[in-house]
């Protein structure tokens, strides 16, 4: 049966009936009385604690994913993420033989600062050294090229050093409630099965940065598991060979998959849908509501192997605020990923 919060007009009343029972011949309803007025405090007192209650109420079953989801999750084995710091190699040039000291701290243009894991030495005019962002979070990800400036010089190595090639990668943000619930909603619907489709799912997803993950068997023969996964919260949701890694060797943990498994992790073949659109206004505005549009259904129908319709690119060119009509010249009909593929959003051309 539900409960039904007493508003703070009956409570109230009430209190007034309940000073005016215990004090007869006394009345609680007199304006600016010292009894009105406690009553009025009383009911204002109640009606704060009901609020407590029923907010807290709201907040106890795990759909609601409130601040006790993580103890639902808990229960379950499954651990609110915490941000993972941004790795990877960068490039000193200097003197010869210069050494460079671990924790030899470098900054980015936006103030992010990083510091080397490990001591190195210039040779031959240079010297690759893995860097690890000093905040964890997402933002610490950088791409090849970026240029980080030492904080404090050092003798005979370039004031600044440039990202290598591999960029500087894994950083993620805490995991959020969301995304919590999914993977302890996952966790409820399908209890370990020693190794079944639902198990792989869970194990990548128990990697920070991963999203979503899609599993096969047989395809490289008999006792063979393909894990396919993507990152959505990175800048690409297509991973990097490191973040391949990463989630290889968490699978292969013998806690986790079968003893006579063989697992291969995978990325997906990123397929680019290009767009060529004729916009009716053509205005900045509407081509940027038009983008987004985009970028959000590419984001939420995108699936390892699966079709985006045209009739759903339309519909959402539809939608962007301030357009009027619109003529989508490209893609020419639904958008058809392989069994490895998975559709990610390109470019615009405007006609």
């Not at 407590?52 to 609601?64: D, N, T, V």
């Not at 400036?149 to 409630?177: N, W, Y």
Request: glycine content about 8%; some cysteine.
């Amino acid at each position: 049966m539900a409960f039904d919060t007493p508003d703070l007009r009956t409570l109230n009343t009430r209190a007034q009936a309940d000073i005016e029972a215990e004090l007869p011949g006394t009345n609680a309803r007199l304006r600016r009385s010292n009894l009105n007025v406690l009553a009025r405090v009383m009911a204002g007192i109640a009606h704060g604690m009901y609020g407590f209650i029923r907010e807290f109420l709201s907040q106890c079953l795990p759909w609601s994913k409130g601040f006790l989801l993580r103890m639902w999750a808990e229960i379950w084995g499954v651990f609110q993420l915490s941000a993972v710091a941004a790795q990877g190699p960068v490039i000193f040039t200097g003197t010869e033989g210069s050494p460079i000291a671990a924790d030899t701290r470098l900054q980015s243009a936006d103030e992010l600062e990083y510091a080397t894991v490990s001591d190195a030495t210039i040779t031959g005019g240079v010297a690759s050294v893995n860097v690890i962002a000093v905040v964890p979070g997402i933002a610490g990800n950088q791409v090849a090229g970026t240029v980080l400036t030492l904080v404090t010089p050092v003798f005979g190595v370039a004031a600044s050093a440039t990202v290598d090639a591999a960029g500087l990668t894994e950083g993620t943000d805490d995991e959020s409630l969301d995304g919590l619930y999914i993977r302890y909603q996952q966790r409820v619907q399908n209890p370990a099965h020693g190794g079944n489709v639902a198990d792989y799912e869970g194990w990548a997803m128990d990697v920070p940065g991963v999203t979503r993950a899609w599993v096969y068997g047989g395809l490289d023969g008999d006792a063979t598991v393909q894990v396919y996964f993507v990152r959505d919260n990175d800048a690409s949701i297509i991973p990097d060979a490191t973040e391949v890694a990463t989630v290889q060797a968490y699978i292969n943990d013998p806690t986790r998959k079968p003893v006579a498994a063989t697992v291969g992790v995978y990325a997906p073949t990123a397929k680019v849908i290009n767009y060529t659109i004729v916009a009716v206004p053509s205005t900045p505005l509407v081509r940027a509501a038009i983008e987004q549009e985009l970028r959000d259904l590419t984001r939420r129908e995108a699936d390892l192997g699966g079709t985006i319709l045209w009739s759903h690119l339309n519909e959402a060119i539809s939608l962007a605020e301030g357009e009027t009509d619109h003529t989508l010249i490209a893609p020419a009909g639904n958008v058809v990923c392989l069994s490895n593929e998975i559709a990610t959003f390109g470019a615009i051309t405007w006609m």
